[in-house]
């Protein structure tokens, strides 16, 4: 099962809305409404913003946000912020009953 | 709270065996799936394996298949991990990590996501 394939790095100002695309396959994102989003902060463990596709968990910030078109996904980061300084990946469940997640983005607040 | 904890790992030599453990607290473990999820120095996350919440079904990443076995202990609140044939590229910070709901349904299970995530232990392979 290939990585869901990110752009290596995004930028924005603070304050700026910034988008991380995430595609995959008919097999994987294409297939399912069960993408999500996790963050991770230098030497952290990764953290859930997003899941099944649009879905944030209790206490993720309103500036975060998904969707999905085809067999690709995107976050959305409204608002940005000095603290959204991290790497993002996608994940995905796959028609091979495994999971796959995508191979990153770091995002710079400039 | 809430909590997942990894130990088990160090720095173990290409060949030999390694058993990973996951102690979870604060949430009923018998209800989840769990997953071990992998991140080698510098790299992406990678998913590894993944067990059902009763134990029955188990899956694994082409790269682990054969060589890692997934199990679970529901009295011991305690996921394991037993890693064999170990290799350098096995190198890396392994985390468990629980789905992020409820299902006792889905046949084969289905992997949702993960909403809670230990800090991780490290395994270096190398000679």
């Known amino acids: 099962q290939s990585a869901l394939t990110q752009p290596a790095s995004v930028s924005g100002s603070p304050g700026q809305s910034i988008t991380i695309s995430c595609t995959g396959t008919?097999?994987?994102?294409?297939?399912?409404?069960?993408v999500s989003w996790y963050q991770q902060h230098p030497g952290k463990a990764p953290k859930l913003m997003i899941y099944?596709?649009?879905y944030r968990p209790s206490g993720v910030s309103d500036r975060f946000s998904g969707s999905k078109s085809g067999t690709t996904a995107s976050l959305t980061i409204s608002g940005l912020q000095a603290e959204d300084e991290a790497d993002y990946y996608c994940?995905?469940?796959?028609?091979?009953?495994?999971?796959?997640f995508g191979t990153g983005t770091k995002v710079t607040v400039v | 709270q809430v909590q997942l904890v990894e130990s088990g790992g160090g720095v173990v030599q290409p060949g030999r065996s390694l058993r990973l453990s996951c102690a979870a607290s604060g949430f009923t473990f018998s209800n989840y799936a769990i997953s071990w999820v992998r991140q080698a120095p510098g790299k992406g996350l990678e998913w590894v394996s993944a067990i059902s919440y009763d134990g029955t079904k188990k899956y694994y990443a082409d790269a682990v298949k054969g060589r890692f076995t997934i199990s679970r202990d529901d009295p011991r609140n305690t996921l394991y991990l037993q890693m064999n044939s170990l290799r350098a590229e096995d190198t890396a910070v392994y985390y468990c990590a629980r789905d992020l709901r409820v299902d006792f349904w889905s046949d084969p299970i289905i992997h949702y996501g993960v909403d809670v995530w230990g800090q991780g232990t490290t395994i270096t392979v190398s000679s």
């Open positions: 099944d596709v649009t």
């Open positions: 994940g995905s469940y796959t028609s091979s009953n495994t999971y796959v």
């Open positions: 008919s097999t994987d994102v294409g297939g399912y409404n069960y």
